[in-house]
């Protein structure tokens, strides 16, 4: 299928073909964006980053055209704290989405129930640096406080070298949070390096959930991406039942040639051959956290 794009600074794949793999019924892309359309949702003036115009009908057909039943839409950063573009594709999915927002500290609790009721399931917070200065601890536990009585969890997107940072934030925590892709570590350090490994000891905690997503994110080896596999399958061996995985379209803020999403598909298959893994993986996990 080919998709009618709007020009922008960062550019999407166009043209995705079928996956060889077939999803397994109720699947669930737990990762992905939708952006603007500037024209409707501007993005906001302290942006690092301005994407490619990608809007909730081209999401939503690209979901039907790999095979998903549902998304869950994350907010991104080129958005700042502007959810309307989120809870817009959230309120025209017929129940087939849910979302990941970001918010202020200032957040009040009518805004939260708002964006309760269209589906939102979780706050992001940022600790890239290239990205903007990581929340202040006050602020990031000030927020998961007012977020805990709506059964929300926190989302940390965070680089390999920001985990240590981040660890203090997460580690207290009483409700769930995520890890978004793989903690964007690099593939060519190996599995020993120190931050891998503490992921995987931070998965003991039975409230860590990790996003086996953005696998081109910490491959070094180039397409298809088969350097990231072996951490994937630690981190699923480690953790099954908090693993989940999106396509992570329509794959913002990369410096490289964009990945064919129907690719990342079949490379799942890669990383978890188990069909009962990926079952898990795809449709109980993200039913389980994100309330389907």
Sequence with gaps: ??????????????GPS???FKLPAGAVDSHCHVFGPGAEFPYAPERKYT??????????????????????????????????????ALLKSNGKARGVATVKRSVTDEELRAMNEAGVRGVRFNFVKHLGAPPSLADFQRVTDVIAPFGWHAVAHLSADDLETALPYLKPLEIPFVIDHLARINAAAGLDQAPFQKLLELT???????????????????????DVVPFAQKLVAAAPDRILWGTDWPHPNIKYPVPGDQGLVDLLSV???????????????PAQLYGF
């Design 1 to 14: 299928m080919e998709f009618q794009k709007t020009p922008g600074w960062l550019d999407w794949y166009a």
């Design 271 to 285: 990383a978890v051959p188990d069909a009962k893994a990926r079952a898990r993986i795809l449709v109980d996990n």
């Design 204 to 226: 003991t905690n039975p409230l860590a959930w990790v996003k086996i997503s953005g696998i081109d994110r910490a491959s070094t080896a180039g397409t298809p991406f088969h």
């Design 18 to 20: 079928k996956p060889k």
């Design 51 to 88: 994407p490619c115009d990608a809007s909730k009908q081209q999401l939503y057909a690209l979901r039907d055209h790999l095979g998903f039943a549902r998304n869950v839409v994350v907010g991104a950063s080129c958005h700042g704290a502007d959810n309307r573009a989120t809870v817009d």
